[in-house]
Nanobody
């Protein structure tokens, strides 16, 4: 199996910045996509940003121009730089990863999720 460990959430004032990290570990053969979803109280989970391998990054309209997703493929880690944060960005952020891992003598696709990290934007 593949495990994801998130870090970097916290409390920040409006206009501030935070950087989330998501590190994947396990018998990973390839990481095809990494990104973040978020879920605010009473709202559905929404895709915030995605960074597929070899493809264009994707952002929710609400975060374009403020958030930047990047990957360190050598470290199997993704980062979400969040600038100009707004109270509406308050949510639990969950990273995810999709790819292929070594399973026994073969391989198998996987989708894994991080434990979630709270981001609170408030004065």
């Amino acid at each position: 199996q593949v495990q994801l460990v998130e870090s970097g959430g916290g409390l920040v004032q409006p206009g501030g910045s935070l950087r989330l990290s998501c590190a994947a570990s396990g018998r990973i053969l390839s990481l095809n996509d990494m990104g973040w979803y978020r879920q605010a109280p009473g709202k559905e989970r929404e895709l915030v940003a995605a960074a597929p391998s070899g493809g264009n990054t994707h952002y929710a309209d609400s975060v374009k121009g403020r958030f930047t997703i990047s990957r360190d493929n050598a470290m199997n880690t993704a980062y979400l730089q969040m600038n100009s944060l707004k109270p509406d960005d308050t949510a639990v952020y969950y990273c995810y990863a999709e790819g292929v891992y070594k399973r026994g003598w073969g391989q198998s696709p996987f989708t894994s999720w991080g434990q979630g990290t709270q981001v609170t934007v408030s004065s």
